[in-house]
């Protein structure tokens, strides 16, 4: 079982930015072997996927609303990954979620809790 949480989350104003955590946790958890993404989702609308950065570590992809202005890195030796914001807009108001999922399958199997980003005009 993997277990995820995220944290970092809070309000800012436009054109500020924030940075979120995801640490995950289990027995046989190993960041070699997830692709590891980024969700949210607005009040009213559905889950949004934001990017991913891939099981190897070397690739990532982001959603087109968010590139150049989000970048997701991260590091082995904590268990973490994160998500750094920067340009943030009102419209990037939404609980952010990160979520797991095993190399070469289609779907995330773990998810986290999610953490609230709101960002004022």
């Known amino acids: 079982q993997v277990q995820l949480v995220e944290s970092g989350g809070g309000l800012v104003q436009a054109g500020g930015s924030l940075r979120l955590s995801c640490t995950a946790s289990g027995r046989t958890f190993s960041f070699n072997n997830y692709d590891m993404g980024w969700f949210r989702q607005a009040p009213g609308k559905e889950r949004e996927f934001v990017g991913k950065i891939r099981w190897s570590g070397v690739s990532t992809v982001y959603v087109d609303s968010v590139k150049d202005r989000f970048t997701i890195s991260r590091d082995i030796s904590k268990n973490t990954v994160y998500l750094q914001m920067n340009s943030l807009k009102p419209e990037d108001t939404a609980v952010y979620y990160c979520?797991?999922?095993?190399?070469?399958?289609?779907?995330?199997?773990?998810w986290g809790q999610g953490t609230q980003v709101t960002v004022s005009s």
């Open positions: 979520a797991a999922s095993a190399a070469y399958t289609r779907s995330y199997q773990y």
